[in-house]
């Protein structure tokens, strides 16, 4: 395996790095001060212009519609080895992924549209998601089942003529807020008796379809995440068109594991660009504060941390490196195991660094002065988001297990986790 970064992925590297210097750290205190402002007007979740404004400069700037591999609609698609250290540069900001058009869940519902939907549901709305114009929404999760096993989910998909009715309530559902959200990816049962894993379906949903109601906003750790968030969602007889199914009734379970495993491993190249920074304000701020007659940063108990997290760092960077090139060269099924591992390893590594930080900043760190707070609230909730811990420690415990047994073939029994919560 080859990680060294090719000379086109070099240049854009490059061009990345400018435009975040230029355009995203400049902007992060506007960003913020115009949610704020909105939120005192009493609608936060107003699209910010700094958002909007700096869409254009980074189309203009070809950095735009990267995640997306293998796509005649986007050639300028990268692969998962390719995308993932710019990925991880986007990171480092909650906001500028959307900049470039690479922020869940819309990078997620994309994907799916490109490999499952048919070419009339492109163009109605894969083309103007790629365009930015629109953002979508993900309806997996559920509030009365424990989704971390997706076969629970009791949403119901039924057929009446040329329709399908849908009736259920979701919660966690990213971007259902956003008003530019037009879209929805629904995941419900179009069968109850057919067998576990042909039991769900996946259905496209226009967002301004009779009966669908936004019941509120879910806040994390206190972070509403406006103007794009998560909300709890009702679906009251629901009918589009039966044309809007992906590929079939029945393949729920086959899309979903073409779609969060680029899902899963986007999130985890972010976390790395999150540490990254943690580490960057913790070492600034322990060489800039004086305690008991000399700097912190020449305590030997900062020595561990900063030793620790650069090593922790580097650690799940190639793990994530790892499993990039296994989705691009032998599938996201064959490389379930790297992106369970990575799942579990990225978030943690995260979560650790930016505590430490925090406490690196004393009680300013769990302030709104510097973004550690909110970099903590987000990395635990991925802890959760595209399957709990615990899930993907299961499934890579069986795979090792099926290494070892003596029944040929048993590996490749183990299905990589779907869910997205708890």
Known sequence: MDFEYSPRVQEMRAR?????????????????AEIEENRRNGNAWIPTKVVEELKPKAQKAGLWNLFLPFSERVPEGLSNLEYAPLCEIMGRVHFAPEVFNCAAPDTGNMETLERYASEEIKRQWLDPLLRGEIRSCFAMTEPDVASSDATNIQSSIVRDGD????????????????????????????????????????VV??????????????SVFGYDDAPHGHCEVVYKDVRVPVSNILLGEGRGFEIAQGRLGPGRIHHCMRTIGVAERALEYMCRR???????????????????RIADARCMIDQARLLTLRAAYMMDTVGNKVAKAEIAMIKV????MACQIVDWAIQAHGAGGVSGDFPLASMYAHQRTLRLADGPDEVHRSAIAKLELAKHSSLPGAAEKVEMPITRGA
């Open 345 to 348: 390893v990225g978030p943690i």
């Open 205 to 218: 949903v226009p967002a301004d379809t009779p009966g669908i109601t936004i019941l509120r906003p879910l």
């Open 16 to 32: 990345l790095l400018a435009f975040m210097d230029e355009h995203i750290y400049p902007n992060e205190e506007r960003f913020h």
């Open 163 to 202: 329709h399908y009715v849908i009736n259920g309530r979701k919660w966690w559902s990213s971007g259902a807020g956003d008003p530019r959200c037009k879209v929805f990816i629904f995941m419900g049962k179009t069968n109850p008796d057919a067998p576990r894993h042909s039991q769900q379906s996946m």
């Open 286 to 304: 322990l060489s800039s504060r004086v305690a008991f007659g000399k700097r912190i940063s020449e305590q030997s108990v900062w020595h561990e």
